[in-house]
């Protein structure tokens, strides 16, 4: 038996979240992730290209903001974010005041170690694998992260009740990207129960969604509110994965849409002499 792997589009998107309110006092700000330099410092730390491919393969992407590769006519087919950048890294933690203290080389601030965890359920082995790749190239610039690595169950109370530095998050995104408002919008921000778990709150970004909807550009106007969010960092976008599919090589006329794979089975067909036993 033979076939094929093809790799469609998908709509998952895979990120790190940062809480930037602090995990004893939500009304208060997050000590390290309250400053936007910090955010992009780790940012820039990790060579996500790299931990995008091994965890999901070589046609995984890496967006700059929450665009899963359904999203990718927004930028003309393209998913290419920014570089890791160690030295700009670097110079971004000293600007916000991080400076080496300690013989082990973690940065520190008033005598505060640059510390913080990472949760994630200890099922995703996904999950496991971005966070082992990321913990020492953030080690590198300085950054001691904790893994907390802790069952399902656990990820959603801690979440739930801001009780996380980092947290890894694995979403499907809708078809259309007006749905970002419930994952990233003031408005959803106001909200105890909603998906929007760091309270993230952007009003040039709340605004340029807005106007996105009702534009006649609409990659245009969809890339300059995706713009304005990487520019806030409000996450580190790991990876846009692909979705593969194997498909056997008796068949013809095969058709693959990327919102729904099997829309066009029925057009699929056996090629003359290649049935199996079951095609009888």
């Given at each position: 038996?033979?076939?094929?792997?093809?790799?469609?589009?998908?709509?998952?998107?895979?990120?790190?979240?940062?809480?930037?309110?602090?995990?004893?006092?939500?009304?208060?700000?997050?000590?390290?992730?309250?400053?936007?330099?910090?955010?992009?410092?780790?940012?820039?730390?990790?060579?996500?290209?790299?931990?995008?491919?091994?965890?999901?393969?070589?046609?995984?992407?890496?967006?700059?903001?929450?665009?899963?590769?359904?999203?990718?006519?927004?930028?003309?087919?393209?998913?290419?974010?920014q570089s890791a950048n160690i030295a700009r890294a670097r110079t971004l933690l000293g600007a916000a005041g991080w400076h080496e203290a300690t013989r082990d080389g973690i940065l520190e601030k008033s005598g505060v170690p640059l510390r913080f965890s990472v949760l994630y359920a200890s099922s995703s082995a996904p999950n496991n694998t971005i966070a082992l790749l990321a913990q020492p190239m953030w080690r590198a610039v300085g950054a001691d992260a904790q893994l907390d690595r802790v069952e399902g169950s656990v990820v959603g109370k801690r979440v739930s009740g801001g009780q996380f530095d980092l947290w890894i998050n694995r979403v499907g995104q809708d078809p259309t990207p007006s749905s970002l408002v419930q994952n990233w919008s003031c408005e959803s921000a106001r909200q105890p129960c909603s998906n929007n778990r760091a309270h993230w709150c952007d009003t040039t970004f709340d605004r340029l969604v807005t106007t996105a909807t009702a534009a006649k550009d609409q990659p245009k106007a969809w890339r300059a509110a995706l713009t304005e969010m990487a520019a806030q960092h409000p996450a580190i976008f790991i990876a846009a994965p692909g979705n593969p599919i194997a498909i056997h090589q008796r068949f013809d006329h095969v058709i693959l849409w990327p919102s729904h794979t099997w829309l066009s089975l029925w057009q699929w067909r056996v090629r003359p002499g290649a049935a199996l036993p079951r095609d009888q």
């Open positions: 038996a033979g076939g094929m792997v093809s790799d469609t589009a998908s709509n998952v998107l895979v990120y790190m979240l940062f809480n930037t309110h602090a995990t004893a006092d939500s009304s208060k700000p997050h000590p390290i992730f309250s400053d936007p330099r910090v955010r992009e410092a780790l940012t820039l730390a990790l060579d996500r290209v790299t931990i995008a491919q091994k965890t999901f393969g070589p046609n995984a992407r890496v967006p700059d903001a929450a665009q899963s590769q359904w999203w990718s006519w927004i930028t003309a087919g393209a998913l290419t974010g």
